[in-house]
């Protein structure tokens, strides 16, 4: 296996999230391997930069076009991410894997090997699941935005017939590779975890009264609803610690202010910490009272299985992956109404319960990177028999 010429194929590197974790676990795996996707934007990675910096990375001709990373022309001009890709020379490679959620990763020729297709989901924005940002607001772009996803849900369908090995990062997005695709697909769940993951909770069981906060880990993107999370902290008078960057944050930033001066009297104790490092997001987890995780259809969910390696409890929405990783009354609490009175209810019932960090712990270990690291070379290798 050593030997074999392997190629990945990575949709863009701009955002660092759970996408391009598993992007570093592929290269990890195959550090030889040269890394192709649509364009580098070091400026918007900032400091993930030096993850990746010292990689063998190609961009499409995507990536040359004038002041297409920094002018934000990236998402608009989304229907040439297919050709792009397609323009590709892989015809050298006896193993393509591509890592591919909505800019077409997987529209890549392969002519001489396997192309696996690590799919993160099918496009959300041209399957009706809610996407990053509220492009539906403005007429004109809704428009034109309806236009170019029906070109692009014929694209993605056809695109889809040509991979030879389809991964889905859950079974809620197998589910949807069936749906959409009419392809069956292998699960294999996403690595999670940080290199020596030390259990910083010194109890076994976790209740409500403790002195610890709440907390929320996501991109700030409309998907994500973290305003629903910090609308019920407010709401209760609980202290909530926000992690992540996004376009959501001055909206969030208001939100708050708004009920101060709504609230004169009452305490407010929402903190928005930005992007930190994977060594002070270990500490937010382990310390964290709970993670709250109202986040709409998610995929798999990477946020919240960290949060448990952590002994740290999670209250999600009843939805997509944390379905799959989030047991009630285990590790959790599930709710239904996706909005500020379903959390808060939900935070209530959390209030009476209460957890073992090590039964958490042991609920997250099911998915590790140590079996992602297992999983994906004897998939390689059985489709090379």
């Keep these: 296996m050593s030997s074999l010429k392997i190629a990945l194929v990575h949709d863009y590197l701009r955002d660092y999230g759970g996408a391009e974790r598993v992007l570093e676990a592929l290269h990890e795996l195959y550090p030889e391997a040269p890394v192709y996707t649509a364009f580098i934007d070091r400026t918007a990675l900032g400091s993930n930069w030096d993850r990746f910096k010292t990689w063998d990375l190609r961009e499409t001709w995507l990536g040359r076009i004038p002041g297409f990373k920094f002018k934000k022309l990236f998402s608009p001009l989304r229907f040439l991410a297919p050709k792009a890709f397609a323009d590709l020379d892989l015809s050298n490679y006896e193993v393509v894997i591509s890592s591919s959620n909505a800019y077409f990763a997987k529209a890549v020729h392969v002519p001489n090997g396997r192309h696996l297709c690590y799919c993160h989901t099918p496009p959300r924005a041209l399957y009706g699941y809610t996407a990053m940002s509220d492009w539906k607001k403005h007429p004109l772009i809704r428009i034109g935005g309806e236009i170019i996803n029906h070109y692009l849900r014929v694209r993605d369908f056809q695109i889809a017939q040509k991979v030879d090995v389809f991964i889905a990062n859950s079974h809620e997005t197998a589910r949807r590779i069936q749906k959409f ?111 709250l995780y109202p986040v709409e259809d998610e995929d798999f969910g990477m946020v919240p299985v960290e949060a448990m390696l952590a002994g740290t409890p999670v209250i999600a929405h009843n939805s997509g992956g944390p379905r799959e990783t989030v047991l009630p009354g285990l590790s959790g609490v599930l709710f239904d109404e996706l909005s500020t009175t379903g959390l808060i209810a939900a935070i209530q019932d959390f209030s009476q319960q209460t957890f073992s960090t090590s039964k958490i712990s042991q609920q997250a270990a099911k998915f590790s990177k140590a079996a992602f690291m297992k999983a994906i070379p004897q998939l390689v290798a059985r489709q090379l028999q």
């Excluded at 996501?218 to 910090?230: C, D, F, G, S, T």
């Design 181 to 291: 695709y009419r392809r069956e697909s292998f699960v294999i769940y996403p690595p999670v975890g940080f290199p020596k993951l030390e259990q910083k909770k010194s109890a076994t069981t976790v209740n409500f009264g403790k002195k610890e906060y709440f907390l929320s880990v996501n991109r700030l993107a409309l998907a994500k609803h973290p305003e629903i999370a910090v609308a019920a902290c407010l709401t209760l008078d609980l202290p909530l610690k926000v992690v992540g960057d996004g376009p959501m944050l001055i909206a969030l930033k208001n939100q708050v202010s708004e009920w101060q001066m709504a609230h004169p009297n009452s305490a407010v104790r929402v903190e928005f910490l930005g992007a930190v490092v994977d060594a002070e997001l270990q500490t937010l987890y382990a310390e964290a009272k709970a993670l």
